[in-house]
């Protein structure tokens, strides 16, 4: 198995005339230039990203992708295992966050489960069976992916970008789920970085302050015992070493929208990184990601702050699942009707501040 082309290729440019012309729109508005804050600039990237003078984020694809960690060997959570495997039976029928917040928005949501220690209840609505193994390995011991593993959790990322592509979705959100995630991807964050892990590591499902600790010392060690493999610090040796299936996932998934031409809005911290480790193996990824919320997780502002993101909302979540993405959606939805609906100043018969 090889990598998907759109983890390979970079993706095409949006069109910055588009940008232009959705700018110029907003400038002749019935409002004071700017007043209307970043709802004005959520819209122009939208239009810009989506190819056209009227964006809209009436099509979403919600994409949660799920896998069980070897880390969890270590004591690094606070929940068990046999939680992943549960919480995909609770997706299928309804009762998560994320499941509520697609229904009441309407968009399409699929749940793909790439591995899990515990078993799965079979033929669940929604849920599509992308199995790799039961779990990563235990990177402390060793590397947490073969590279036939990475390039099949890359690929179903990749394919749930086309699947979004196939139904005509005007954006796509990436969630995940998995016990012991966060340190996974606090591992990765610390390595593409070069950050100290107790400045980065958090609670996550829970954790006290000496399980914070624990957590953080069994990052530093399996990064000490990367660094000796001496294989470089590019994102596909990063993710071998430490990934979980779903962030490498949701990584292909990004990148596969990008490819696409797909607006992807980036949930909280572990889609971060996943947006990280894309943006690190190919760059031009950037401009097709928007930030949807602040995680409460410690390391999310450091990674933020590399990816030069600002995100729209600061509610203190730090769930996952997307769940915070879709919280974004009606701000989302309002900026583009207020970008499309409202009247200029021609057009409403109102003097503009440069007319007499």
């Known amino acids: 198995m090889s990598f998907p082309s759109s983890w390979t290729t970079p993706p095409q440019q949006p069109d910055a005339l588009l940008f232009e012309r959705a700018a110029q729109r907003q400038n002749v508005l019935t409002k004071p230039a700017g007043s209307l804050g970043r709802l004005e600039n959520v819209a122009v990237q939208l239009a810009g990203l989506q190819g056209t003078v009227t964006p809209a984020v009436d099509r979403v694809q919600i994409s949660v992708f799920v896998g069980d960690h070897g880390i969890c060997e270590e004591g690094v959570s606070a929940y068990p295992q046999a939680v992943t495997a549960q919480m995909i039976a609770n997706f299928a029928n309804g009762g998560a966050a994320i499941s509520v917040l697609a229904k009441s928005l309407g968009a399409e949501l699929e749940v793909v489960n790439l591995g899990t220690v515990a078993d799965v209840p079979p033929n669940l609505p929604g849920v599509i069976d992308a199995h790799i193994a039961p779990c990563t390995r235990n990177f402390s011991e060793a590397d947490a992916m073969t590279t036939e593993q990475l390039c099949a959790a890359l690929s179903h990322g990749d394919a749930a970008a086309q699947r979004a592509a196939d139904k ?20 990765l964050a610390s390595s593409l970085m070069s950050k100290n892990p107790m400045k980065l590591t958090g609670p996550g499902t829970g954790l006290d302050v000496a399980g914070v600790r624990h957590k953080a010392e069994v990052i530093i060690l399996a990064i000490q015992r990367h660094d000796n493999d001496d ?119 109102v003097s503009n501040r440069d007319q007499e």
């Open 231 to 349: 294989d470089g610090e590019d994102a596909i040796a990063v993710l071998k070493a430490f990934g979980g299936f779903e962030i490498a996932a949701l990584a292909g998934a990004f990148a596969g929208c990008a490819a696409r031409s797909i607006p992807v809005l980036v949930d909280g911290y572990i889609a971060s990184v996943a947006a990280l480790l894309a943006v690190s193996q190919q760059p031009d990824i950037r401009p097709w990601l928007l930030f949807a919320h602040r995680s409460a997780e410690p390391g999310h502002e450091a990674i933020l702050e590399a990816l030069d993101a600002e995100p729209l909302l600061d509610l203190g979540m730090r769930l996952g699942e997307g769940s915070g993405a879709a919280v974004a959606i009606p701000l989302l939805r309002m900026a583009c009707e207020l970008h499309n609906k409202m009247a200029s100043f021609e057009d409403a018969g």
């Open 168 to 187: 005509g979705s005007q954006l796509f959100i990436g969630g995940e789920m998995g016990i012991g995630n966060t340190t996974s991807a606090t591992a």
